[in-house]
């Protein structure tokens, strides 16, 4: 179960890290022509949602590799999942529901990571 948890959280950590960075880095202009959502949120809060990402990227890996406060790790995972059930949200509200998937499978994993190590 831990190998299986660390691929997990590698893997979760990968995609939220570039999603992050992708948010924090490209003008909200854009990201506007793959990420549609961006027009209902200002330059602002994409770029804090980016940083969240990263952040819960770091969260997912760092804390349980280094031994240093590892129960920040689940809590990094719970929280990326609330994060994924907002987006999940916007997307039904937007009526983009081929959207909802990725979103709805992160989620998922984090909760799977947030419970695998609580």
Same mark, same amino acid.
């Given at each position: 179960m831990n190998v299986f948890l660390w691929i997990l959280q590698i893997l979760l950590a990968l995609a939220f890290l570039a999603a992050g960075v992708v948010k924090m /880095?490209?003008?909200?202009? %854009?990201?506007? /022509?793959?990420? *549609?959502? +961006? #027009?209902?949120?200002?330059?602002?809060? +994409? %770029?804090? &949602? =980016?940083?969240? #990402? +990263?952040? *819960?990227?770091? =969260?997912?890996?760092? @804390?349980?590799? /280094? *031994? &240093?406060? @590892? +129960?920040? /790790? @689940? &809590?990094?995972?719970l929280c990326l999942a609330v994060a994924m059930a907002g987006a999940v949200i916007v997307h039904i509200r937007r009526k983009e529901l081929p959207r909802i998937a990725p979103a709805a499978v992160l989620l998922v994993l984090s909760a799977v990571v947030a419970i695998g190590r609580f």
């Open positions: /880095t490209q003008p909200r202009a %854009k990201l506007q /022509t793959n990420m *549609g959502w +961006v #027009e209902d949120f200002s330059d602002t809060n +994409v %770029k804090l &949602i =980016g940083a969240a #990402e +990263v952040l *819960g990227a770091l =969260g997912l890996v760092l @804390p349980w590799w /280094t *031994g &240093i406060a @590892p +129960v920040l /790790t @689940p &809590i990094a995972a």
